[in-house]
């Protein structure tokens, strides 16, 4: 009974270490607060905090796109931002930065033969910049059923046009289960800069180089959720008409912060019978 006593007090400190480098954090527990979040979503299904879908705690956040719903912000998506102006825990210029966020694909998650996106980091432009400019950063479902990670730059401080992207083959994603990512990044648009994420602690991307615009310092901020800007692009293209999935555990660390810190809940040994909070 002590050693059991022992082992649940080690557990314990070791999946909630001291979270003092973390300067944001989002649970999903209640009700978002909106002094530093957008919520982009056009309808009463888009997005709604559930039970039955929690990487730790009683709740996640259930996020629903359908090809018909109308547009928000300018295409077919369902996603939560930071407000830009107080995105300043995501940094920007020279910065670095810790994240860790939790995704889960349904068990009936359909291949498709167009394009979406589940998670982005964006600048706000300038007021010379391209309109039409793709994120700096993101996670991508591709038209052929692989993931990649995406990963463009711009040194001009006006761009004209949507640069290309480095893509990152991100191997296969688990559906009918949690999937943890770990980021650090060191935001520059020069050959200085950093992108390591790992995927269920496996590092996956492992980028030196630039990867952001030569936007305002301090003007990144984080979405997530799911875009798919094929139905609002090239309507009947797309082989599926809904989208469900689910986000928990989202955290930015400050340049202080480590993996450890930002991780999501840990993964507990199968069998430790101390499983309680992990969520299904």
Known sequence: MVVRSLLFSVVLLWS?????????????????????????????????????????GLQGMRFELRDDDDDEAGSKRSEITQWPIRATTTGGLGDTRWFGMSFYLPADWETDVTQELIMQWQSVRDGCDSSGRSPMQGLYFDDDGTWFWSIRSQSAKCGTSNPPATKIDFGDIQIGEWVDLVMHIKWEHDSSGFTKVWKNGILIVDYTGPNMYNDDPGSIYLKYGVYKWPWKNNPGASNISLRVLYWDEIRIGDENSSFVEVQPFPRLPAGSGLMMGMGR
């Open 16 to 56: 909630f270490p001291a979270l003092a480098a973390v300067s944001w954090y989002e649970d999903h527990e209640g009700p978002l607060d909106t002094d530093d979040t957008n919520i982009e979503a056009c309808c009463s299904w888009s997005q709604n905090e559930v039970t039955d879908h929690a990487r730790r």
